[in-house]
T-cell receptor, first 116, second 114 residues
Framework: EPEVTQTPSHQVTQMGQEVILRCVPI?????FYWYRQILGQKVEFLVS????????KSEIFDDQFSVERPDGSNFTLKIRSTKLEDSAMYFC??????????????FGPGTRLLVL | GQSLEQPSEVTAVEGAIVQINCTYQ??????LSWYQQHDGGAPTFLSYNALDGLEETGRFSSFLSRSDSYGYLLLQELQMKDSASYFC???????????????FGSGTQLTVLP
């Protein structure tokens, strides 16, 4: 069964450093998302991506964040200068087009980011 | 904006039936989804209701009443492996009205006891 993959599974970084989180969405999906989950809290939307551009972003997704689809398979989230409060699990997700597609999202296993 | 309310914790024993409720307030409604998340794991899609009524998928069923802005997830014949967090979610149409991201509830931690 196709699945979303993410690398790395864990990332430890110093405050102020740049990190890049990588995702390979399911190949025939057209919509891609990044969510984050701070420990013990709910999943929060960061950004959605469609047709090679950002379609929506939340207030969390400030100028320190950026996304790219550098080739036909990878989807990356970059945090330019990490802050302590960026420590969280970051999930990539993808979904099909069509009715009900948005509600049925397939999540990757996540990258646990720890900023020291 | 979108907001969802669900109980924070539910406990039940193996073999029992448990219902997890979710009420929502949304600007635009496209349906209610349910996701399961085991500790440290990814949210996994369980079910989606676009219309009123009950949808059954094996031991899990989900119900929606759009007039009451209410839904629930019903888990039958509980097993130890069902211990997890369960999130209800709605689509957030965003600024454009056509966005597709999900807004999640705070999650219900289900503990299944032997």
């Amino acid at each position: 069964e196709p699945e979303v993959t993410q690398t790395p599974s864990h990332q430890v970084t110093q405050m102020g450093q740049e990190v890049i989180l990588r995702c390979v969405p399911i190949s025939n999906h057209l919509y891609f998302y990044w969510y984050r989950q701070i420990l013990g809290q709910k999943v929060e939307f960061l950004v959605s991506f469609y047709n090679n551009e950002i379609s929506e972003k939340s207030e969390i997704f400030d100028d320190q964040f950026s996304v790219e689809r550098p080739d036909g398979s990878n989807f990356t989230l970059k945090i330019r200068s990490t802050k302590l409060e960026d420590s969280a699990m970051y999930f990539c997700a993808s979904s099909e087009a069509g009715a009900g597609g948005a509600e049925t999202q397939y999540f990757g296993p996540g990258t646990r980011l720890l900023v020291l | 904006g979108q907001s969802l309310e669900q109980p924070s914790e539910v406990t039940a024993v193996e073999g029992a039936i448990v219902q997890i409720n979710c009420t929502y307030q949304t600007s635009g409604f496209y349906g209610l989804s349910w996701y399961q998340q085991h500790d440290g794991g990814a949210p996994t899609f369980l079910s989606y209701n676009a219309l009123d009524g009950l949808e059954e998928t094996g031991r899990f069923s989900s119900f929606l009443s759009r007039s009451d802005s209410y839904g629930y997830l019903l888990l039958q014949e509980l097993q130890m492996k069902d211990s997890a967090s369960y999130f209800c979610a709605v689509r957030d149409p965003g600024r454009t009205g056509s966005a597709r991201q999900l807004t999640f509830g705070s999650g219900t931690q289900l503990t299944v006891l032997p």
